[in-house]
């Protein structure tokens, strides 16, 4: 017999509920935070990644024009 399971992850994760507490505090009046503060649990997480991305693709093109000479594999990777 053959078990069918199926697995399943997701939810709302720190940054969510941390994000909708920060709203309904805000709007209740409990906290005097700036929008961009209570709304910052959504939008951190966001720009850590878009800066990563463009560390790695400023990465990337330095070794692609550092490596622009280089037309055919070094000796060291010859296998005798």
């Known amino acids: 017999m053959s078990e069918n399971t ?4 997701g939810g709302i994760g720190v940054p969510g509920l941390l994000g909708v507490a920060f709203v ?3 709007l209740c009046g409990v906290i005097g935070w700036s929008w961009w503060w209570v709304t910052s649990p959504f939008w951190i997480p966001v720009a850590i990644f878009l800066v990563f991305l463009v ?3 400023v990465a ?3 070794a ?3 490596g ?3 037309k055919r594999a070094p000796d060291s990777w010859k296998v005798e």
């Open 6 to 9: 199926v697995a399943s992850s």
């Open 24 to 26: 309904i505090l805000k």
């Open 55 to 57: 560390g790695v693709v």
């Open 64 to 66: 692609m024009l550092c």
């Open 60 to 62: 990337l093109g330095i």
């Open 68 to 70: 622009k000479g280089r």
